[in-house]
T-cell receptor, first 112, second 114 residues
Framework: QKEVEQDPGPLSVPEGAIVSLNCTYS??????FMWYRQYSRKGPELLMY????GNKEDGRFTAQVDKSSKYISLFIRDSQPSDSATYLC????????????FGRGTSLIVHP | DTAVSQTPKYLVTQMGNDKSIKCEQN?????MYWYKQDSKKFLKIMFS???????INETVPNRFSPKSPDKAHLNLHINSLELGDSAVYFC?????????????FGPGTRLTVL
């Protein structure tokens, strides 16, 4: 079992839909949780960062962390074709290390 | 103004050759990283340097040798290339090695070994 599990998709939705992206993890010591967005042929860029459990909102994006279930989510409201990308979850903070462990990414396609 | 840049963007080479990838960041960060992203999109840390000093060296064949001439540059040299080395290699940087959130990634170098 991989430390971080993420469905690769692709997830195809119509423009304007609410998108839910998820990751599960096995190491309960993770403390820091991130979502990166990666456009095709580009490097990942940080989208959201959360410490421990709870919600964080930034514009159309909401990140949720449920440490008791070892489950994190990213919600995208009013999805746009420009949101089409691969979304990678990442987590860190075990054993004093802040190097993130990444999920394999979920490919999202928002069609007009 | 590119924050983290890598050269070359594409690299096609034969098995057994030696090649280098260069990375530069103009963010004034202390820590730089090399990641490998395989065909299944898994992104794995290979090395990390903090102020020109190696701080992380994951289980990577010793054919891979990073070099940091100064804290703005981290190059990756690969000897005796193998088919399994084909991947996209990303350089990244962060403020320092205790930076808990943001890593800035370069555009990647797509290496194909024939």
């Amino acid at each position: 079992q991989k430390e971080v599990e993420q469905d690769p998709g692709p997830l195809s939705v119509p423009e304007g839909a609410i998108v839910s992206l998820n990751c599960t993890y096995s190491n309960s010591a993770f403390q820091y949780f991130m979502w990166y967005r990666q456009y095709s042929r580009k490097g990942p860029e940080l989208l959201m960062y959360t410490y421990s459990s709870g919600n964080k909102e930034d514009g159309r994006f909401t990140a949720q962390v449920d440490k008791s279930s070892k489950y994190i989510s990213l919600f995208i409201r009013d999805s746009q074709p420009s949101d089409s990308a691969t979304y990678l979850c990442a987590m860190s903070g075990t054993g004093g290390s802040y190097i993130p462990t990444f999920g394999r990414g979920t490919s999202l396609i928002v069609h007009p | 103004d590119t924050a983290v840049s890598q050269t070359p963007k594409y690299l096609v080479t034969q098995m057994g050759n030696d090649k280098s990838i260069k990375c530069e960041q103009n963010l004034g960060h202390d820590t730089m990283y090399w990641y490998k992203q395989d065909s299944k999109k898994f992104l794995k840390i290979m090395f990390s340097y903090n102020n020109k000093e190696l701080i992380i060296n994951e289980t990577v064949p010793n054919r891979f040798s990073p070099k940091s001439p100064d804290k703005a540059h981290l190059n990756l040299h690969i000897n005796s290339l193998e088919l399994g080395d084909s991947a996209v290699y990303f350089c990244a940087s962060s403020q320092d090695w205790t930076d808990k959130d943001t890593q800035y990634f370069g555009p990647g170098t797509r290496l194909t070994v024939l």
